[in-house]
């Protein structure tokens, strides 16, 4: 059993089946109203990730691609047992114990499973993968390994006892059976915090990371300090939202919402879909204001720039946008939510997509700019950070 979230749905894997449980209903009434299920699956996944438009389960010797639009599903045969599993908006990443594999989300079969070269260089059992930018983080044996995307290992860390590797957007986050360790871009060693009981579960967004293990949840900050924990939780699995923690409470065998706020008090401050949105857009604006010729496209629902002639996907305007704004980082993080951007920007008139255009609101995106007082104060490193990814 595993639940994971997007925008909308808390997926929830059990009975060899995934429904998707309405957030709504579950905020507003503590209901579980299923809008979304799977047929019935040769295995329950007991890891979900998602891409733009699927949610992709890890069973034990199968991966389970589940269109969300018409619950089609495609399943993967593989000879060894997933480990981990993560994504991009396009790609798949997952190991076994023995190797690392990429398969494209759209080309989801099972001659298009690439295992990397680098696997047999790599120490052994191999238990997690996380993916950042153009790079992999890998935990092997007594080792944190950092690859590109093509499967060339860039460097490595001794990390002993290693369970779980997350990604924040200035480097990795490691899990090992008793620590929590923060990593920089480079591999050297920010802050750690400690935590009891045996792991079961971590998810990183933009400020704090949340673990569970068979004794308490807990939530720690970048500094390594824990700033909450709720002892004795009949939790077995969880997963994060922008504003609520979704639980699955294994003694009443139901999902049960926790506010952000509730847990972290005045250290956490709500999230707004929209000023996410609006934020990523303000960026690129501004970008165009300091003399770059900028460009909106929309291809096959992925919305895209080109800025100064140079073909950039906005997910990598996002990741760049994290170090200014880091509730951006969400939007990287949860490819699940990339499924709301063009919605809620046409409901609350952010930009409107037209044949192959996107159009922005370019009145109420200055006003933002204007208000925003991280635009008022690194607008000129926000607008040359924006620039530099057309000139890699």
């Known amino acids: 059993m595993e639940i994971y979230c ?4 808390v997926f929830i894997s059990r009975d060899y089946r995934v429904e998707g449980i309405s957030k709504k209903d579950l905020l507003e009434g503590s209901r579980e109203r ?3 299920q799977s047929e019935k699956l040769s295995e329950t996944p007991h890891k979900l990730t998602n891409t733009r438009y699927h949610i992709v389960g890890a069973g034990s010797s199968k991966l389970i691609r589940m269109d969300r639009r018409n619950g089609e599903t495609v399943e993967i045969g593989l000879e060894n047992y997933i480990k981990d599993l993560t994504s991009n908006l396009r790609d798949v990443f997952f190991v076994t114990a023995e190797g690392v594999y990429r398969v494209s989300a759209e080309r989801f079969v099972e001659s298009e499973v690439v295992r990397y070269s680098v696997s047999d260089l790599l120490d052994k059992p191999i238990k997690s ?5 153009n790079y992999l983080f890998v935990i092997g044996g007594n080792f944190l390994y950092k690859l590109t ?7 490595e860390k001794a990390l002993a006892d290693g369970v779980k590797v997350l990604s924040d957007y200035e480097g990795p986050v490691a899990i090992t059976e008793k620590e929590v360790i923060y990593f920089t871009d480079d591999m050297e060693v920010l802050s750690s915090g400690s935590y009891d009981g045996v792991f079961v579960k971590a998810e990183h967004g933009a400020y704090n ?3 569970l293990s068979d004794r308490s949840f807990n939530v720690f900050g970048k500094t390594g300090k824990r700033f909450a924990h709720v002892e004795d939780a009949h939790y077995s699995s969880f997963t994060e939202g922008l504003n609520h923690i979704y639980f699955y409470d294994q003694k009443e065998k139901a999902i049960s919402v926790a506010g952000k706020k509730d847990l972290l008090g005045d250290n956490f401050q709500e999230i707004d879909l929209t000023a996410l949105v609006g934020i990523v857009m303000g960026s690129l604006m501004l970008a165009e204001r300091e003399g770059a010729e900028v460009l909106l496209r929309e291809e096959k629902g992925f919305i895209d720039a080109h800025i100064n002639g140079e073909h950039v996907p906005v997910e990598e305007v996002i990741l760049k946008l994290s170090k200014y704004f880091p509730e951006v980082f969400y939007l990287y993080k949860n490819p699940g939510y990339y499924e709301e951007i063009e919605s809620f920007a046409e409901r609350f008139d952010i930009f409107k997509v037209e044949g192959r255009d996107v159009r922005l609101n370019t009145d109420l995106l200055g006003k933002l700019l204007e208000l925003h007082s991280s635009f008022r104060t690194f607008g000129e490193d926000i607008a040359k950070d924006v620039i530099s990814l057309a000139l890699r």
């Open 149 to 155: 995307l093509e499967g060339e290992k860039i460097s």
């Open 34 to 36: 299923v809008i979304w």
């Open 6 to 9: 997007d925008g909308e749905r």
């Open 209 to 211: 990371t949340f673990l």
């Open 129 to 133: 993968v996380d993916v950042l930018g």
